[in-house]
Every structure is written in C-alpha cells, then in structure tokens.
C-alpha cells in the first residue's frame, strides 16, 4: 500500500516538473515601452531575447538602440477560451528607437499565452 502511494506520489511530481519545464521553455517575457504619446506592454519568447544578448530590458533597450527599430507583439489582457483572463498576443507592432524613452519589465497576475 504504502509503495504504491510512494510510486504515485513521485508518478505526480514527474507530471508536474514535465509540465514546468515546458512552460518554461515557452515563457514569453512581458516588457512595458514608455513612448512620448503612450505605453504599450510587448512580449519577447526566450528565443528572441537570447538573440538580442540577454534576458533583461536593458538587453531589449540596447537592441533597439543599436538596431533603431523592433518588431515585437504587442499583449493586451483578453479571455481565453473557457473565459479566463489572460496576456495575449493582439497584434506585431513595430518600435522606434528615437520614439521609445523606456523600456521596463512588465508583470501581471494572468497567465501569459505564447504568441504565434
């Protein structure tokens, strides 16, 4: 009895450590942009933020220094599909560097949807 709760137990901790991994491996960051007129909240995969050299807003500023433009999606909180609330992908913006005064991490209490 107590094996097969023991191999249930660590059959569960798998499923979960799985599940966290792939979530992890498809995080998307969250970054808010302070223009002059307005703010906008961008979100970056791990994938785009490796090739600008980091993980970080002050990566993600110094690639649209350096580069004077982004293409990045803009998230907006939208309901899923069971009518939960949630950080999507709206729509592929693009940023100018001489527009842009900041760019800083963004956090929110919704789950964060990949975009495409």
């Not at 909240?41 to 500023?61: K, Q, Y």
């Not at 592929?92 to 964060?112: C, D, F, N, Q």
Request: hydrophobic share 45%; aromatic share 6%; net charge neutral.
């Amino acid at each position: 009895m107590l094996s097969k709760f023991i191999c249930a137990c660590g059959a569960a901790a798998l499923a979960i450590f799985a599940t966290a991994s792939a979530a992890q491996e498809n995080k998307t960051s969250l970054f808010k942009v302070v223009t002059v007129k307005d703010e906008i909240v961008i979100g970056l995969s791990a994938d785009e933020l490796t090739a600008m050299g980091g993980n970080d807003a002050s990566a993600v500023a110094h690639a649209l220094a350096q580069k004077g433009d982004l293409t990045a999606w803009q998230y907006n909180v939208h309901r899923g599909p069971s009518g939960e609330l949630q950080m999507a992908a709206s729509a592929k913006v693009g940023l100018l560097a001489h527009a842009s005064l900041r760019i800083e991490p963004y956090s929110t209490p919704y789950p964060v949807t990949p975009h495409p």
